[in-house]
């Protein structure tokens, strides 16, 4: 098996790329070093400072992950400001911004960022469109999951089991991106 590194405090995105990258032949270790998340125009510009940072304190090869719920009716708000809204206004907040709105397309997208000592960083992006709910619904999954519904499903991320939500998820799509980069690098 070859280990990845993922350098996270999230337990939830771990355990979705182990469940994800274990079949494939990859052991995914946690390795919580802290970074600072700026504030950027882009998931990827996040990502990118996130590795400028760690490989300046971590010799190995790993990777890291930013991402975002856009959702359109409000301009693609929270977008890369994603984890912040949650902490400081939540589901319940998101959800009264929305209240009265028809319109609730929204898409999650992921960014993974993967450093090897001695080349470029690669970024790999994976989306997931769905719909905001009315209410929140579920307990699984982690964030902005149980308010979210994925097209072509009929449940919320939040009432998902990781295998089902790996089905949708952006990061899966992102990871399927990482994994095909690795098979080519």
Partial sequence: MKTLFFI??????????TEKLRPLGFSVVQKDLGYPEVQADTLEEVALQGVESVRKRFDDAFMLEDAGLFIDTLQGFPGVYSKYVFFTIGLLGILRLLDGEKKRSAVFRSVYAYNEPGIQPMIVVGECNGTITLKQQGKNGFGYDPIF??????????????????RFSHRSKALDELVKKFTKH
Avoid: C, R, Y
């Fill in 8 to 17: 996270t405090s999230n337990k939830g995105k771990v355990q979705e790329a």
């Fill in 149 to 166: 519904i994925p097209d072509g499903a009929e449940k919320t991320f939040g009432e998902m089991m990781v295998e089902e939500k790996n």
